[in-house]
């Protein structure tokens, strides 16, 4: 879920509307009092202890700091302190409420978990939502206290049910990711409709993601966008969300440079994922015009806060030298920190470069190590390269069966290489069972998606009748679209089909020409042939 807090309550004892001329009267009298040093502070710890908002609060906070540096170890400071926590402790809640406030931001005495949950704690008993939210907030993350889930959940329960907004969000939290109580997104949506229609953006954006992934609700995209778009009013998550549903046509109709204007407004809040779709959009040209310099420069800002999405595009971008010089180490760099986070084309893409010694320095190992990472992702390509190293044993130990196991993963995904090479395996009974039915059936589906080798592998089976029943037409097919592709040994074969009549009509002429296409690529027989047909043809042109 994205959108953890609203924001760090402060305390609400009344509403700040109305009050500002009173703070700012205040404020200045708080002023006047600093410059009489160390004899103003009891009336500033009376202040701050018995502020009635939070501008007066941290008005007087600050004043006390003015009186000198080493305030904190005046006597006045530590009588007042003292009796104000005797205040405390005799069941005063604003006092209550103001010292756990000192103590949780560390404003006029050291930052102090342990010291604000005790008067948090107290405050609470007397059903005070806002302290029994922030004991909550220090259960759930273990400050102050020993981390109790449960004891979180209890907290903000408490407080949700007197309507506070924020601890109706983290308790939908904690049913959504099953922390101090069973998981539930129908009750975690309960929870965030209700500080979502309270107006909490957070929870609102919470609610839109709920709905778009059909947890707790029913499916329904359009009720996400609605959710997001309440809560887009300057949230970046939202906003975010925002974008990828006009991007993807969910909930609203497609509209790239409607995406491409909430990615912006995510992003020029710092959000990094905003700032990598931005990059993105301006690489692809959607809904803004093509430009690899922002897009790269967008990239990097989200590569600068560590989002792995953004660090391989940058990587990207610097492998192909778009919108950057092309710098093969730069490239090597990005994709690493962003393999090292887990993203499956990153760490493929940084086993091809220690595989060909691009931009590192040439690593069989250190490839296998990043293919096998990608690999267990279910990337096709890494699977394929993984199976590639086990096969002709470069970085691992050759094997044959390691290398069927991998190619098969990746066939089974439709990848052309793989099908290809899995069938040459099977065709040969190597590191599996020699099955030629097996292995035109993978040919073929290499083959079928334009694949040379596995087009002209696939004409040699129908030609010679192995795996398939002989057929010279269908050999000559398949031989044509891989020779049309330049593949030399189709075109020989070709040219073969034509001088002798197999599954075309006998035609020396096309035979020569395709010998000589073959030849012209190095294939030592077309170039044989090449010399005995033409003085075969010049001689029936002779005797004509």
């Given at each position: ?424 395996l099977l065709e040969a009974g190597r590191g599996v069972e020699k099955n030629g039915v097996e292995a035109v059936k993978w040919l073929r589906k290499a083959a079928e998606q334009g694949h040379a080798e596995a087009q002209h592998y696939l004409g040699f089976m129908y030609d010679f009748g192995l795996g398939v029943k002989e057929n010279d037409e269908e050999a000559v097919k398949w031989y044509r679209m891989a020779a049309e592709q330049g593949n030399a040994k189709s075109q020989y074969s070709l040219g073969i089909a034509y001088e002798q009549g197999n599954g075309v009509t006998r035609d020396l002429n096309e035979a020569l020409k395709y010998y000589r296409l073959a030849a012209e690529q190095g294939e030592v027989a077309a170039q044989k042939a090449v010399k005995r047909l033409s003085s075969q043809v010049a001689g029936e042109r002779e005797s004509q």
């Amino acid at each position: 879920m994205r959108g953890r807090w609203c924001f760090f309550a402060l305390l609400m004892l009344v509403s700040a509307l109305g009050i500002a001329g009173a703070a700012e009267e205040r404020s200045g009298t708080y002023e006047e009092l600093a410059r009489q040093g160390y004899s103003a502070i009891p009336q500033l710890v009376r202040a701050m202890a018995e502020a009635e908002n939070y501008e007066e609060f941290a008005s007087a906070g600050r004043a006390l700091e003015a009186t000198g540096p080493e305030f904190r170890t005046q006597p006045e400071f530590t009588a007042a302190l003292a009796e104000f926590r005797r205040t405390a402790e005799r069941g005063d809640l604003t006092v209550q409420l103001n010292l756990a406030q000192l103590y949780l931001n560390g404003i006029g005495v050291s930052q102090d978990d342990a010291e604000a949950q005790k008067y948090l704690r107290l405050a609470a008993a007397q059903h005070h939502p806002w302290a029994q939210y922030n004991l909550g907030v220090l259960y759930e993350h273990g400050r102050g206290v020993p981390q109790n889930y449960a004891e979180a959940v209890k907290f903000y329960r408490l407080a949700a049910e007197q309507g506070y907004a924020d601890a109706q969000r983290n308790l939908g939290v904690m049913y959504f990711s099953g922390k101090g109580v069973p998981l539930d997104y129908a009750e975690a949506a309960k929870w965030f409709r209700k500080a979502a229609e309270q107006g909490c953006a957070y929870a609102q954006n919470n609610l839109g993601n709920l709905y778009e992934e059909g947890k707790g609700v029913p499916q329904d995209s359009a009720e996400a966008v609605k959710w997001y778009r309440k809560a887009a009013d300057g949230y970046p998550g939202a906003q975010y969300n925002l974008g990828l549903s006009y991007a993807n046509g969910r909930g609203v109709p497609q509209n790239y440079a409607e995406a491409a204007k909430w990615f912006r407004k995510a992003a020029e809040q710092g959000h990094a994922g905003g700032q990598n779709n931005l990059g993105v959009m301006y690489f692809f040209g959607e809904g803004v015009p093509q430009d690899y310099v922002e897009a790269a420069k967008w990239y990097r800002k989200a590569a600068e806060q560590g989002d792995a999405g953004g660090q391989n595009n940058l990587g990207v971008m610097y492998a192909n030298g778009r919108g950057v010089p092309q710098d093969l180490a730069e490239a090597a760099k990005y994709y690493r920190l962003a393999a090292e986070q887990g993203h499956v084309r990153a760490q493929h893409s940084l086993g091809l470069l220690y595989e060909f010694g691009e931009g590192v320095e040439k690593n069989d190992v250190e490839a296998a190590k990043w293919y096998r990472k990608a690999a267990e992702q279910g990337h096709a390509g890494a699977q394929y390269s993984l199976g590639f190293l086990y096969e002709f044993g470069e970085g691992v130990e050759k094997s044959d069966a390691e290398a069927a196991k991998y190619y098969r993963l990746a066939a089974e995904q439709g990848y052309a290489r793989a099908q290809y090479s899995l069938g040459i395996l099977l065709e040969a009974g190597r590191g599996v069972e020699k099955n030629g039915v097996e292995a035109v059936k993978w040919l073929r589906k290499a083959a079928e998606q334009g694949h040379a080798e596995a087009q002209h592998y696939l004409g040699f089976m129908y030609d010679f009748g192995l795996g398939v029943k002989e057929n010279d037409e269908e050999a000559v097919k398949w031989y044509r679209m891989a020779a049309e592709q330049g593949n030399a040994k189709s075109q020989y074969s070709l040219g073969i089909a034509y001088e002798q009549g197999n599954g075309v009509t006998r035609d020396l002429n096309e035979a020569l020409k395709y010998y000589r296409l073959a030849a012209e690529q190095g294939e030592v027989a077309a170039q044989k042939a090449v010399k005995r047909l033409s003085s075969q043809v010049a001689g029936e042109r002779e005797s004509q």
